[in-house]
């Protein structure tokens, strides 16, 4: 499924660990961003990281700098902090996606299901979005039970989101 | 009432949409529409309407079925899609996404060409909901094709479409600013916009409205009823009516639905509606199904254009040929296109009412028994004009393609065609020539042409490949290009179509080195030729130049393929010019043998025939012309030298005219002196080779049926095999076999054919009448002039041969009169 030239970004929010996952990232996607997570042995990526696709702004953390892990209003602080429409976060390694604030939050959960000591029985799962002007269309593929189940949410981002002075 | 309009109007429908009543304004969209068999050829609004509204839901159909945009929820989600077939990273070809990407590519690739699509009218062109129609009406043409997928080409094919529907809504809201009355309903002072499907009532329209009531009342009284309207303005007026059949869909000039509109066109325009010429095929790279020919639809078109041509004009056709341009390097872009990249978009806008309008249905050919039924392409009216326009082009630049030597700037003034053109001209002359391309003997003679055509082609590549050393481009000196145009004109001041380039000088340099080959060349011929020959080195002397270049075009030819058949193939190419005069003026046998009395008595009674003497200094000249083969203008200019010596021999119209001028005495090389001083004689040797190949295509093309009448009637048997050889290979190998072997008996057949020739040949023959009339113009002239010179000669042998051949050439003179009369009677 995962077929080179058909995705244009990949956010990873880290914890690859090594570099030969970064490579085969790389050759389904040139453009890739990756933010440091706790055992990523590459030392040289960032924390966090912001990007524009589209008319959304995106912010990547990995997320074990924001405690408590996997909360709302903390990654809600985060989001402002980093002023995104969009934040994507990880190390729950659990799928979320919350509507937050005229933002959304995702979680894509871990690609691989690998171990987490917060979560049982972690899926692999991944997100796929799909930009298109002021809309966005979240895929969510996750593979339970051997079997591939996608899910799909929607997401318009209202035109100005006007936060009163206070 | 309003039935009554319309069958008022009926009439006045049929005057515009009448071919001869185009110029009326009469609206170009609808009239292709018609012309390409979307809306009914009928007088009828209501049907027009009816095709139209059809048509347009069609394409609305099929927009809904095939372009696909996954990211709309369709049904209201209803019917939730399944998400695990139906996400964009599906590998399922059912998925939409997968459709959508699919299209996205094919998108891609049409924008490529989009993006370049009329640069020079790009504020139309490249707005993007232009863009935006052409994109989708290709998209979904290709959709629907998918066998064809997008070729490039498609976009400028549609491109006018679109462009004819856009200058007609247009004129339909400029009709629609004057004549106000007519197409607004008016109450109550309130105007209904009749275009306006979702009227919104505004007050404050109301009230202006009512001003403007107030002022224009004076314009609108003027015209009420609608009667009294131009039948043009009615026309549109019930075209565009909303309220008429169909409503709003069937409004035939509409902004609204101009990309339903183009979509249908280019539809039709693709697959040939049922007709015979379907753009689709061009751009198909296998041969169709049903191909005789098991090419390719383009080649096969091409061929039939270079067939056409060289019926028409075979001393161009084989120029090309020899250079090895073949048809199909000009010809894609041509055919593929429909000229839409050679004339300028309103010219282009012309040239297609022609093609559209020819008749697009089969013609029945009577084949009877044979299988092979020709060209598919001129198997209709329509594509039969298109041939016959893509040869017309080319004899437009006849002038600038056979000044040139190179194959690269032929094709480069084919590809690019010029600007200012006279395109009416260029039309009658296409629809002229599409006359001639329908005629079944043309069309069905495909496979025996074919055949040769195909393997001359080969042959000539072949050669063109394999005489590399002997450089087989340029056998000819390059030579400036208005240094052969100045040749040409020299030789067809009637054609019109030639451009009129301002003839620069000769080129010295040339004649200088001309005149040394000469005199080298001239130097080795053994046989000393008569003091009549040599002293018929006339040079100034328009004619006898053009004819000793014939032969030296021949010549050229002949050394071109082979250097000891070229021999054979001057020689013969020598009897044949006698053999085929003689044919086309039918001269009896006795004038022939006048002719050959008289060169005889030329060369002061030298027993020797004719042929053996031309062979014997042919001979000299071809292999001195191989030894220095080093240099082409060696060849070029030592066998124009030998043609001038031996030339006269076999023209009988020069046997007089040469000698009088040159105060040549006896032996070549005194000639040759007095040749140098001469500036003129170069050029105008050079421009006679010019007419000479001209005339050596015509007389080749001549000889060619002259050879198939002989097959028929074929008294000597070996004369039979030879010319039925011919009659079915490359006319210059042919003749270069056959004469050989049967040299003196054609000159004892060549009336009998007289009549059968001209029966096939009747057009062109005129045309050869007619050149002989100049050319009679011409040596009569210089015989005045010669007359007066003749007393001037030193050379006592000379002046008696001078005096018999005044005689006979005045006699030859009469008898060629008389012939070109009859020519032109025909």
Redesign the interface.
């Known amino acids: ?3 080179p030239g ?2 244009q970004h990949i956010i990873c929010t880290g914890n690859l660990c090594i570099k030969e996952v970064q490579d085969y990232l790389k050759t389904l996607c040139p453009d890739l961003h990756i933010t440091r997570g706790e055992y990523d042995e590459e030392t040289r990526y960032p924390e966090t990281k912001t990007l524009t696709i589209g008319q959304f702004k995106l912010g990547l953390c990995h997320g074990h700098q924001v405690i408590p892990w996997g909360d709302l209003d903390s990654l809600a602080m985060l989001q402002r902090q980093l002023d995104v429409d969009i934040l994507v976060t990880g190390h729950t390694h659990q799928f979320t996606a919350y509507k937050h604030e005229g933002g959304v939050v995702i979680n894509p959960g871990s690609a691989t299901g690998a171990y987490s000591s917060i979560t049982y029985d972690v899926n692999p799962s991944f997100v ?1 979005m ?1 930009i ?1 002007g002021l ?1 966005v ?1 979240v ?1 969510v ?1 996750e593979l339970i039970d051997g079997e ?5 949410i929607d997401f318009k981002k209202t035109t100005t989101a006007t936060h009163s002075a206070h | 009432m309003s039935r009554g309009i319309v069958e008022e109007e009926a009439p006045s429908l049929t005057r515009v949409f009448s071919p001869e009543n185009r110029s009326l304004g009469a609206l170009r969209s609808v009239q292709w529409r018609v012309n390409l068999g979307i809306l009914p050829p009928s007088p009828s609004v209501n049907d027009l309407r009816r095709e139209t509204a059809d048509s347009r839901r069609r394409y609305a159909g099929l927009r809904r079925r095939l372009l696909v945009d996954p990211h709309v929820p369709k049904d209201g989600g209803s019917n939730s899609p399944d998400l695990v077939m139906d996400n964009p990273l599906s590998q399922n070809p059912d998925s939409t996404w997968g459709r959508f990407f699919r299209n996205a590519e094919l998108e891609k690739m049409v924008d490529q060409d989009l993006s370049r699509l009329y640069p020079e009218h790009g504020s139309y062109f490249q707005a993007l909901g232009c863009q935006g129609m052409l994109r989708r009406i290709l998209l979904l043409w290709c959709l629907r094709h998918p066998e064809c997928g997008y070729r490039q080409g498609m976009h400028e094919l549609l491109a006018p479409l679109l462009y004819v529907l856009h200058v007609d809504c247009e004129r339909l809201s400029d009709v629609r600013k004057i004549h106000k009355d007519h197409f607004i309903d008016k109450f109550d002072g309130l105007s209904f916009e009749e275009n306006d499907v979702a009227y919104n009532f505004d007050f404050k329209k109301f009230l202006d409205s009512m001003e403007d009531e107030v002022g224009s009342q004076g314009n609108s009284k003027k015209v009420r009823s609608l009667d009294e309207l131009d039948p043009e303005i009615q026309t549109i007026k019930l075209l565009t009516d909303a309220y008429g059949a169909e409503g709003e869909l069937g409004i035939v000039l509409s902004e609204k639905f101009m990309e339903h509109d183009a979509y249908c066109m280019f539809e039709a325009l693709m697959s040939g509606a049922r007709g015979s010429v379907a753009m689709a095929d061009f751009f198909a790279p296998f041969p169709a199904a049903e191909s005789h020919s098991g090419l390719p639809p383009v080649i096969e078109a091409s061929t039939a254009l270079y067939h056409l041509l060289s019926i028409v004009d075979s001393s161009l056709h084989s120029h090309l040929v020899e250079l090895g341009v073949e048809p199909q390097y000009f010809a894609l872009r041509w055919l593929r296109v429909l000229f839409g990249r050679e004339f300028s978009l309103h010219d282009l806008l012309v040239v297609w009412d022609e093609i559209l309008t020819a008749d697009n249905s089969k013609l029945g050919k009577v084949s009877g028994n044979e299988e092979i039924s020709g060209f598919k392409i001129l198997d209709s009216h329509r594509g039969a004009l298109i041939v016959a326009m893509a040869v017309s082009m080319i004899l437009y630049v006849r002038s600038s393609l056979l000044a040139t030597e190179n194959a690269t700037t032929c094709l480069q003034r084919l590809l690019n065609f010029p600007e200012n053109i006279n395109l009416k001209k260029l039309i009658a002359k296409a629809k002229s020539l599409q006359v001639l391309a329908l005629d079944s003997k043309i069309s069905s003679s495909l496979s025996t042409f074919d055949v040769a055509y195909s393997r001359s082609k080969s042959a000539v590549s072949g050669r063109n490949l394999s005489s590399g050393p002997v450089s087989p481009n340029t056998p000819l000196s390059v030579v400036a290009d208005s240094y052969w145009e100045e040749k040409w004109r020299v030789l067809h001041k009637a054609e019109e179509l030639r451009q009129d380039d301002s003839l620069d000088k000769l080129a010295p340099s040339g004649k200088r080195r001309w005149s040394e080959k000469v005199r080298l060349v001239l130097s080795r011929t053994e046989s000393d030729p008569s003091p009549a020959r040599a002293g018929k080195y006339k040079k100034g002397h328009r004619s006898s130049v053009r004819r000793s270049l014939l032969e030296d075009l021949s010549q050229q030819l002949g050394l071109e393929e082979d250097t000891e058949a070229g021999d054979c193939f001057d020689t013969s190419n020598i009897e044949d010019r006698h053999s085929v005069e003689g044919q086309v003026e039918g001269q009896n046998d006795t004038s022939i043998a006048s002719i050959c009395t008289a060169e005889e008595r030329c060369e002061s009674g030298s027993g020797a025939s004719v042929s053996e003497e031309s062979s014997s200094i042919f001979s000299d000249p071809a292999s001195s012309g191989s030894i220095s083969n080093d240099h082409e203008n060696d060849t070029e200019k030592s066998s124009v030298a030998s043609n001038l010596s031996s030339d006269d021999n076999d023209d009988r119209h020069q046997s007089d005219l040469e000698d009088s001028p040159l105060p040549v005495s006896s032996p070549p090389e005194d000639a040759l002196l007095s040749y140098p001083d001469e500036n003129e004689s170069s050029g105008k040797t050079v421009s006679a080779s010019k007419e000479s190949r001209h005339l050596s295509g015509r007389f080749q093309w001549l000889l060619k049926f002259g050879w198939n009448n002989v097959s028929q009637e074929a008294s000597d048997k070996g004369v039979s095999n030879e010319t039925a050889k011919s009659a079915n290979r490359d006319s210059k190998s042919s003749t270069a076999d056959s004469s050989t072997a049967a040299g003196a008996s054609r000159y004892s057949s060549p009336t009998s054919q007289r009549d059968v020739v001209d029966q096939n040949v009747m057009g062109s023959l005129k045309n050869l009448g007619q050149s002989m009339l100049e050319h009679i113009q011409v040596l009569e002239s210089v015989f005045q002039q010669d007359r007066v010179q003749v007393g001037s000669l030193d050379n006592l042998s000379k002046t008696n041969i001078v005096g018999k051949g005044q005689v006979t050439a005045m006699t030859a003179l009469k008898e060629l009169r008389k012939i070109s009369n009859l020519l032109s009677e025909m």
């Open positions: 499924m995962l077929v058909k995705i796929l799909d298109d809309r269309v895929y593929y591939v189940k996608v899910d799909k």
